[in-house]
């Protein structure tokens, strides 16, 4: 006991103290820096990060001070931005300090860059900072693991895990353990924009009505979804590949829907358009892409598309694969086919040209056809190549309804309407209407001999 009583114990006790007290004096005043750093370069005041991760080794890391009601003292939060999916802000944890979301430099590998999300995969990407271990503290999102942390585009919620060679590994979701949440219930949470879809793809949408203009022509229809309510459509790029993958066109990413170039063709007034509603059911926003000098008769297409909102999230790029086609269905899901060649072009001539009610009309057929060996020079009909079916009024007779040269007899007088119908060997057809003015029945006479 005497001991405690000499000078020199006194001594390093007093020692002691000091350092300690110093000891106590630096790590406060680092805290206390850090955080006032941290309340001048926090990420912004909407902060739409939030919720827990964590770690075995250091334990819960918050994401946002709205998560403890510490916003008063220590106003920190994550950010991700809605256009670039670039992270920013700090993240803290009791036991390590600040993690910095969007470091600048010294990273240990590729990719040369601070986290980042990808709104059409969800993947996070790039690294964060533990900045109170000097060079070291890297913590990567994305790896060779086989649940690395990616956002799911309809909650928001984080799944996955982050790797630091320094703190091991880090759980963004309780539902990455097995059993599932079997202890605390937590994950990281984001207010992202979510990535707008390409749904209800449909082509050629084009009937034999339309096609008798234009037998090659396209409309390659499909519908833009986005579930932010608000959200529209700002750009496309869609694909169109012949069927053993050839290029016929690539948009590129198209811009501009009130006056886009030539070859990006979507018109705002039917597609994308700011709807306050947003996009969210099939049929709201949709969107025709016509095809036209790009395509060839008989000739099968594959087609993809990818979407963009107004806060330029991305959809995947999607491809056409839809069975049956709405018209001229090749019965393959991944393509659709062009007609053969053109439509028939279905004409005639008649004599007497202002027949009489009651009289007889010799019609004749000068109707032109297409063949595929050369599908946009026409050719006259004749029985090997057309089949005719002619429908007069109810009122009027006809003595053949499938030749070339039928007789019919209108019965009414007044506007008479014939229907000619000409079908090619393909089973193509086009229907026109002939008006037939038709003058009263003429009066009787009698032949009487002259005085």
Known sequence: MKDYFKVKTWLITIVMFVVAFGLSFIIVYFEVGIKDKIKIT???DNDNV???AWSSN??????????????????YGVKIDLISGDFSGYAWSSNIGWIDFAPTSGF?????SGAHYDSATGAVTGWAKILSMGDDGWIKFNGTWTTPVVISSTTGDFSGYAWSSDVGWISFNCS???PPCSGTNYKVI?????????SNMTAPNWSYVQAQNNAKYAKLSFDFIDPDSGSYGSKYRLIVKKSDDSSVIDTGECTGYVAPPNYCKIDNSICMKNNPAGCLNPGDCTCQYPLDAELEYNTSYKWL???WDNNN????????NTNPDTDNDDQTILTFTTYKHEFPDPNATWFPTSPSQGEKVKFTDTSKIYESNDPDFAVSCNSDRCDWLWTPPVSATIDDTATSTPTITFNTAGLNTVKLKITDVDGYYTEINIPIDVNSKLPKWKEVKPE
Request: glycine share 4%.
């Open 50 to 52: 939030s919720g827990y």
């Open 176 to 178: 990455n353990e097995d």
């Open 313 to 320: 999230a991305y959809s995947t790029l999607t491809q056409y």
């Open 305 to 307: 598309v990818q979407v």
């Open 108 to 112: 240990p590998e590729a990719p040369n």
């Open 190 to 198: 984001a207010e992202i924009n979510n990535a707008p879809t390409v």
């Open 42 to 44: 926090r990420a912004s």
């Open 58 to 75: 250091i334990g819960w890391i918050s994401f946002n001070c709205t998560n403890d009601a510490s916003c008063n003292s220590s106003n």
